[in-house]
């Protein structure tokens, strides 16, 4: 795929994305003062990458619908809470972010920690929501991914773990990263298919040992490979994205956090390890029936050479 037509792909998704932000921000209740502050935080800037897998996965399978999309700004608002509470002073402390003010620094740290809380209410209640054609919202099918076995648990490691070594680091990277980009390529790939609860609580729990488990639940091939294949993409990009940011904010000459990979090895081992998990997203490709062109190409856009 070319530039320009990646451009104007990764545009087209992103101008759905952001009228149906602006669309749930302006439904809420709140008053204007705080729909503001939420607005702020969700529509200033922002690549939109976990809604964008979400909706290839889920467009690889089937048609684009309404019911993908709004899932879809589900997991970019809980992208959003995360990234408010990550700034805040308690956290990372940091002053900017994309470019602006972080949400504490332009409204108070009071406004940004109820900021962070609203934004996390309403992305479970989007995320659980049910479809035409599914009862439970795919969310509620994979565990925790945001919380014990996701999200949360890795910023509790980032702040407070022990991180002894470069397995202990990547373990943290592939949970307070890693997950929620995981979760956004097996989601999508699941309302794609329409999977009810029983088939994809089977799915995720057969990984990542194999389809064994599954396998006496599930009988169709294809959909057990597939969703391997969306699950491993999604682990091996979800946890280069996160040593993509810690890489570029090294080059940048940006202040390198003590969880930082590279407090741990040196640049070009970083870059290797980099681009070797990148490989292993682009081969899970390799199976996929369909138009792979766009992942591919977005794949190349984290390679560091
Ligand atoms: C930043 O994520 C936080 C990390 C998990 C490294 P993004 O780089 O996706 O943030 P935006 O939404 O595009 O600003
Ligand atoms: C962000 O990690 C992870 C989450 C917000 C869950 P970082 O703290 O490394 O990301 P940046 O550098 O602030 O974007
Ligand atoms: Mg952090
Ligand atoms: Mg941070």
Known sequence: MKIDEYKKYTDGYKEQIDAELKKIIGELNYSAEFKEVLEYAL????????????????????????????YACGLEILHAYSL?????????????????????????????????DALMDLAYRILSMPTPALEVGPFCLFKDMCGDAGLIHGQYCDLYGKIDNLDDL????????????????????????????????????AQPSGAETAATDITDDS???????????GDAFGAAFQLYDDISEYIDGEKITSTSVMNYVDLDEAKKMLNTLLNDAADTLEALRGDTAFLRELLNR???I
């Not at 940091?94 to 406004?111: A, I, Q, S, W």
């Not at 959909?223 to 993409?233: R, T």
Request: charged letters at 25%; hydrophobic letters at 40%.
């Open 84 to 116: 408010i509470h990550d700034d805040m002073p308690c956290m990372d402390n940091d002053d900017f972010r994309r470019g602006k003010p972080t949400v504490h620094k332009k409204y108070g740290e009071g406004m940004a920690l109820l900021a962070g």
């Open 43 to 70: 529509l200033s800037g922002g690549k939109r990458l976990r809604p964008i897998l979400m909706l290839e996965w889920h467009n690889l399978f089937a048609p684009a619908d309404y019911y993908a999309l709004r």
């Open 223 to 233: 959909l057990l490979l597939n969703y391997a294949l969306a699950s491993g993409f």
């Open 302 to 304: 984290f390679i560091i």
């Open 170 to 205: 990547l373990e943290m990277c592939r949970h307070k990263t890693g997950a929620l980009i995981k979760l956004a390529c097996i989601s999508g790939y699941a309302l794609g298919n329409n999977l009810d609860y029983k088939k994809c609580k089977a799915l995720f729990e």
